[in-house]
């Protein structure tokens, strides 16, 4: 009888247990940065990032190409379900040109416009402050030229 009621009780447990296990989700994410970007944002391409807990920080690179006089939106969305607060870099070059972070103030914005002064290939890293565990989504977005 013992057994049963265990064979019972396991079973019970893995019909409904998978329902609660999931957390957010990358398409959730997705989601949210698309909500970031607004309905004048036309979607171009997007990012999921998983990076484990480390000292120094693990860093994902993408390379991009931007086009001289277009408007961007970049937008990041972390995932409430790990420690980690994303953190998004664009680079020309070696030069920082926007950051959803500002390091004097320690404030996170979770989207930032970007002009584009050249054409050319630019490069987004996304990290996890502190060097935290975590998973988020970034999203490139094309504005309109009127905005």
Do not use: W
Request: net charge neutral; glycine share 8%.
């Amino acid at each position: 009888m013992k057994r049963v009621l265990l064979a019972a009780v396991v079973l019970l447990s893995l019909i409904f247990a998978p329902g609660l296990a999931f957390g957010q989700s990358e398409d959730e994410l997705l989601d949210i940065c698309g909500a970031l970007a607004g309905s004048e944002a036309t979607y171009l391409r997007d990012f999921k990032i998983r990076l484990d807990a480390a000292d120094p920080p693990p860093i994902q690179r993408y390379p991009i190409v931007l086009k001289k006089g277009n408007r961007y939106r970049f937008s990041i969305a972390s995932s409430k379900d790990f420690e980690g607060t994303m953190k998004l870099e664009l680079f020309d070059s070696n030069r920082l040109m926007a950051t959803t972070n500002n390091p004097a103030t320690g404030q996170d914005f979770p989207s930032f416009d970007y002009i584009c002064t050249k054409t050319g290939a630019y490069h987004l890293f996304f990290s996890f402050k502190d060097g935290k565990a975590g998973m988020g989504v970034g999203v490139l977005s094309l504005l309109d030229g009127d905005n």
